[in-house]
């Protein structure tokens, strides 16, 4: 017995291969080794799988920069359903030279606070006041169309700049253009045939609806104008001008332009009542808002993302116009509207797409 004991208790010998060969039952160097191994393989597989589900929830979890854009495309909804409400009773010039000094006069604050650099070279000063003439045109088309068509109709044609803006920028910039944006364009000009209803299209009982073609044509007039400022912005990015800068200078041309317009016109006159003075200058204060809120979310977030946030704005517009204005949209308009939102965000993820492979 004692020496079954002590046998019990030494040290089993193995052989050079690692096997045992007293007692089988215990497992050699080499098979634990394996299981370390093997366990440790395992971690390394759990630990990729929860930096996945990671970055999944992250993807879902709207990241800060995602919901500053988010209160820009509520700011820019409120711009537009103010001049929706504003316009019936003063002339929609006359809203236009007064709501971009309340712009004019925040960014100069800011400016003036930030100490931001304003003296530039002859090329920039000849790139800002394009990009400032073509910005001002295409809100003074907005705003009257907006004072034809309802708010949401005219908000979703508007929502069509970023199709110019790539075709210009295609021309002017030589940026890529591919197969993909040509069938997110068509899918655009769809939208804007459904919202649009031409009477050579649809039927007499369709047609019927009012639809007002000057207020359309302004609205695309106004998405051209302001893709191709949105083109000059992206030159104005590369020359560093201040973005500041470059919303003082918007502010000012379509202050200038209307301006001359209401003087020719005769049509200034203070807004009565007292009422329509706040919703006169409420886009100023909430389009100066929008923008900076946009500012800030580019430095948080990717711009193609911040763009797809923003065209929800469409949406909103919608829900602000049943809500507030009380006018119910045609289901045509309705669609058109979601064909155009889907061919913005389907061009906005094509750009990222490209962004990565060329990465």
Same mark, same amino acid.
């Given at each position: 017995?004692?020496?079954?004991?002590?046998?019990?208790?030494?040290?089993?010998?193995?052989?050079?291969?690692?096997?045992?060969?007293?007692?089988?039952?215990?497992?050699?160097?080499?098979?634990?080794?394996?299981?370390?191994?093997?366990?440790?393989?395992?971690?390394?597989?759990?630990?990729?799988?929860?930096?996945?589900?990671?970055?999944?929830?992250?993807?879902?979890?709207?990241?800060?920069?995602?919901?500053? #854009?988010?209160?820009?495309?509520?700011?820019?909804?409120?711009?537009?359903?103010?001049?929706?409400?504003?316009?019936?009773?003063?002339?929609?010039?006359?809203?236009?030279?007064? /709501?971009?000094?309340?712009?004019?006069?925040?960014?100069?604050?800011?400016?003036?606070?930030?100490? #931001?650099?304003?003296? /530039?070279?002859?090329?920039?000063?000849?790139?800002?006041?394009?990009?400032?003439?073509?910005?001002?045109?295409?809100?003074?088309? @907005?705003?009257?169309?907006?004072?034809?068509?309802?708010?949401?109709?005219?908000?979703?044609?508007?929502?069509?700049?970023?199709?110019?803006?790539?075709?210009?920028?295609?021309?002017?910039?030589?940026?890529?253009?591919?197969?993909?944006?040509?069938?997110?364009?068509?899918?655009?000009?769809?939208?804007?045939?459904?919202?649009?209803?031409?009477? *050579?299209?649809?039927?007499?009982?369709?047609?019927?609806?009012?639809?007002?073609?000057?207020? @359309?044509?302004?609205?695309?007039? $106004?998405?051209?104008?302001?893709?191709?400022?949105?083109?000059?912005?992206?030159?104005?990015?590369?020359?560093?001008?201040?973005?500041?800068?470059?919303? *003082?200078?918007?502010?000012?041309?379509?202050?200038?332009?209307? #301006?001359?317009?209401?003087?020719?016109?005769?049509?200034?006159?203070?807004?009565?009542?007292?009422? /329509?003075?706040?919703?006169?200058?409420?886009?100023?204060?909430?389009? *100066?808002?929008?923008?900076?809120?946009?500012?800030? $979310?580019?430095?948080?977030?990717?711009?193609?993302?911040?763009?797809?946030?923003?065209?929800?704005?469409?949406?909103?517009? *919608?829900?602000?116009?049943?809500?507030?204005?009380?006018?119910?949209?045609?289901? /045509?308009? #309705?669609?058109?509207?979601?064909?155009?939102?889907?061919?913005?965000?389907?061009?906005?993820?094509?750009?990222?797409?490209?962004?990565?492979?060329?990465?």
């Amino acid at each position: 017995m004692d020496n079954l004991a002590v046998e019990l208790e030494a040290p089993t010998p193995n052989v050079k291969d690692g096997t045992n060969t007293e007692n089988p039952s215990r497992p050699a160097e080499d098979d634990v080794d394996i299981g370390r191994e093997k366990e440790f393989l395992g971690h390394e597989d759990i630990s990729v799988e929860n930096k996945r589900l990671t970055i999944w929830l992250k993807r879902l979890i709207p990241s800060r920069g995602m919901l500053v #854009a988010l209160l820009a495309a509520i700011f820019f909804t409120c711009v537009n359903v103010s001049l929706e409400l504003s316009t019936p009773q003063v002339h929609p010039h006359l809203v236009l030279a007064l /709501y971009p000094n309340v712009i004019m006069a925040l960014s100069l604050i800011c400016i003036i606070v930030t100490r #931001a650099k304003v003296l /530039y070279n002859r090329k920039q000063y000849l790139f800002l006041v394009v990009s400032g003439g073509a910005y001002a045109t295409g809100a003074t088309f @907005v705003t009257l169309s907006i004072s034809r068509i309802p708010v949401g109709d005219a908000v979703a044609i508007l929502n069509c700049m970023p199709i110019f803006g790539g075709i210009f920028g295609w021309i002017l910039l030589r940026q890529s253009l591919r197969l993909l944006d040509l069938v997110f364009t068509i899918l655009c000009i769809a939208g804007v045939v459904l919202i649009a209803r031409p009477s *050579f299209i649809f039927p007499a009982s369709v047609e019927n609806d009012e639809v007002d073609a000057i207020g @359309v044509l302004l609205a695309i007039g $106004a998405a051209c104008f302001i893709g191709f400022s949105i083109t000059a912005g992206r030159k104005l990015q590369e020359m560093r001008i201040n973005a500041l800068c470059i919303l *003082f200078v918007n502010a000012f041309f379509i202050f200038f332009i209307n #301006a001359i317009i209401c003087t020719v016109m005769d049509v200034w006159s203070a807004p009565s009542p007292s009422y /329509y003075w706040g919703l006169s200058l409420a886009p100023g204060l909430f389009s *100066f808002l929008a923008q900076m809120c946009v500012l800030f $979310a580019v430095k948080m977030e990717r711009a193609v993302m911040v763009t797809i946030i923003l065209t929800l704005g469409i949406v909103f517009t *919608f829900i602000m116009q049943i809500f507030i204005i009380k006018i119910i949209p045609h289901w /045509y308009s #309705a669609i058109g509207s979601f064909c155009i939102l889907l061919s913005c965000i389907g061009m906005s993820v094509r750009k990222v797409n490209e962004e990565e492979v060329d990465s």
